[in-house]
């Protein structure tokens, strides 16, 4: 997997990036509005791909947003992401947000999602990125799995193109 330009996973990672929730964050359910944490890891992740590439870039696709519990007023949300995989001009990063409990310690999982983001040229034109190296076991893993998700999106696409015609 080392190729002569690759940079490493933790070199764009963003870990733990923390945020407080506040009354102004809740649904009418008292949880945390999903949405809100959606546009923190589509935020985050961009941070990712553009240290990554060192292009500007755009989100491609989002999926397997998956809401694993909720989280409540007064926790503290910590946002971890990385780069799993590139391809191409594109770029997979996985996220993972999980809840705690300031008074307790207790940590809850929250979400997980994968986001995929393309690399602009100055014209707005997909363009090629230094490829990903991955350093630890847990890395090397997700680097095998993007490769399942995305073979999964190409074939959705392809099916859903197929019924158009």
């Known amino acids: ?26 649904n009418s359910h008292e949880t945390v509005f999903g949405g809100m944490i959606m546009a923190k890891c589509d935020r ?16 491609a696709a989002v999926d397997s947003i ?3 519990a909720p989280a409540k007023g007064g926790d503290t949300l910590l946002f971890n992401l990385a780069l799993n ?9 996985g996220a993972r947000v999980m809840a705690e409990n300031s008074y307790t310690g207790e940590m809850r999982h929250i979400l997980s999602a994968y986001f995929t983001f393309v690399a602009l040229d100055e014209n707005g034109r997909p363009i090629s990125v230094r490829a990903v190296q991955p350093e630890t076991a847990d890395q090397q893993r997700r680097y095998r799995d ?5 073979q999964g999106r190409l074939a959705t696409r392809e099916k859903l193109a197929a019924s158009k015609a």
Request: charged share 20%.
């Open 1 to 26: 997997m080392q190729q002569d330009n690759a940079r490493p996973v933790s070199a764009s990672a963003v870990d733990s990036h923390v945020y407080k929730v506040f009354p102004n964050d809740l």
């Open 44 to 59: 985050l992740a961009l941070v990712v791909a553009e240290r990554h590439s060192g292009f500007v870039c755009v989100t």
């Open 66 to 68: 998956h809401f694993r």
């Open 85 to 93: 995989r590139v391809w191409g001009s594109s770029m997979e990063i």
């Open 146 to 150: 993007a490769e399942t998700r995305r």
